[in-house]
């Protein structure tokens, strides 16, 4: 089963306007971690921010926060005043426990693009 | 900067060969990850070293094996290659072992190629 679902595989936005990525998530664990990644077409992952399944309030980093609504399983990326470097392919990823150690799991990812 | 390092960026080798591909840590992180990106599987995590140790095993092939070195760098090591096998590798390293004071920061990858 999809634990990381971006139901978005393309986007597009105009160059200022605001964007929403979406990603649900499926887990059993009362403790976990959220994270966003974007990925530009050179091919390193940036980690943008960072969401604690315990954390009372949504996570902000610049022009991105997330939209955690836990009820709902959902953390989506908000992106404010975007740019053309924006344009990127963005993961969403959970942090899943496995016998003390941890790994991330990733969603297929959305291509955003931002255009002039 | 992430402050993880990968070498070498790029690699092209034939079927059958074997590689090996190397990770630095950011300082003071003792936690490595290795993960395969490819286009049917999408990313997937491989395995974890936490200070030397092996900790957690995702789905890595029996030819693929890595270790963390006592200074904390590790190497991958694909053998037996196969088309398939070509991919974008990345290694990525955290502060502690399961993640609650830390997030995963990734070096930049190596991509291979196999013809």
């Known amino acids: 089963a999809q634990k990381i679902t971006q139901t978005q595989p393309g986007m597009f936005v105009q160059e200022k306007e605001a964007v929403t990525l979406d990603c649900t998530y499926d887990?059993?664990?009362?403790?976990?971690?959220l994270f966003w990644y974007k990925q530009p077409s050179s091919g390193e992952m940036i980690f943008l921010i960072y969401?604690?399944?315990?954390?009372?309030q949504n996570a902000t980093e610049g022009r991105y926060s997330l939209n955690f609504q836990k009820a709902r399983k959902s953390a989506n990326l908000v992106i404010s005043a975007s740019q053309l470097g924006d344009s990127a392919m963005y993961f969403c990823?959970?942090?899943?426990?496995?016998?003390?150690?941890?790994?991330?799991?990733f969603g297929q990812g959305t291509r955003l693009t931002i255009n002039p | 900067d992430s402050g993880v390092t990968q070498t070498p960026k790029h690699l092209i080798t034939a079927t059958g060969q074997r590689v090996t591909l190397r990770c630095s840590p950011r300082s003071g992180d003792l936690s490595v990850y290795w993960y395969q990106q490819s286009l049917d599987q999408g990313l997937q995590f491989l395995i974890q070293?936490?200070?030397?140790?092996?900790?957690a095993k995702g789905n890595i092939l029996e030819r693929f094996s890595a270790q963390q070195f006592p200074d904390l760098h590790s190497e991958l090591n694909l053998s037996s290659l196969e088309l398939g096998d070509s991919a974008l590798y990345f290694c990525a390293s955290s502060v502690d072992l399961a993640g609650e004071f830390g997030t995963q920061y990734f070096g930049p990858g190596t991509r291979l190629l196999v013809l």
């Open positions: 990823a959970m942090r899943e426990e496995d016998q003390g150690a941890q790994k991330l799991v």
């Open positions: 070293y936490y200070n030397g140790e092996e900790r």
């Open positions: 887990t059993s664990d009362p403790s976990y971690g």
């Open positions: 969401q604690g399944s315990y954390d009372q």
